[in-house]
């Protein structure tokens, strides 16, 4: 399962530094470098989990709270770069890292089809070992 994820990791946008999938616990599920061609190094991939289940469910008890419905996505802009944190199932969150001063259009709708052929594929809530659907389609077209 994990090559079926590396696969659709690796059609993300070359505007995306890196892309992140990770579990709602915070628990790093499988990464990817665009520039390296190769997945990041475990520590970070530990960083970048824990800090962005932590964002994302502050802000999904943020909208709770104030009766905005469920959470879509998130975009951090920072000096250095922007973080965009989206849902991509039920048991799973896709962070993706843009470098600084890249307009945000298409690296969100890369991002927003990864997400959604994560969706396909289904997680076990106890063990985290993705499971895919029945003809669940990893194609994804290239939009750069």
């Known amino acids: ?79 250095k770069g922007s973080i965009i944190i989206l849902d991509a199932g039920e048991n799973a969150i896709l962070i993706g890292i843009l470098p600084p001063n890249i307009g945000y259009d298409a690296p969100v709708v890369s991002l927003k089809i990864i997400a959604g052929q994560i969706k396909k594929l289904q997680f076990s809530s106890n063990s985290m070992v993705p499971k895919p659907e029945n003809g669940a389609n990893i194609l994804i077209p290239d939009i750069d």
């Open 1 to 79: 399962m994990e090559a079926k994820l590396m696969e659709i990791l690796k059609t993300t946008s070359k505007k995306i530094q890196t892309v992140v999938v990770v579990d709602r616990n915070g628990l790093p599920i499988i990464s990817y470098d665009t520039r390296m061609k190769k997945r990041i190094d475990p520590s970070q991939e530990m960083v970048i989990a824990g800090i962005a289940a932590a964002v994302l469910s502050l802000a999904e008890s943020s909208s709770t709270v104030l009766n905005q419905g469920n959470l879509k996505e998130l975009i951090i802009k920072k000096e």
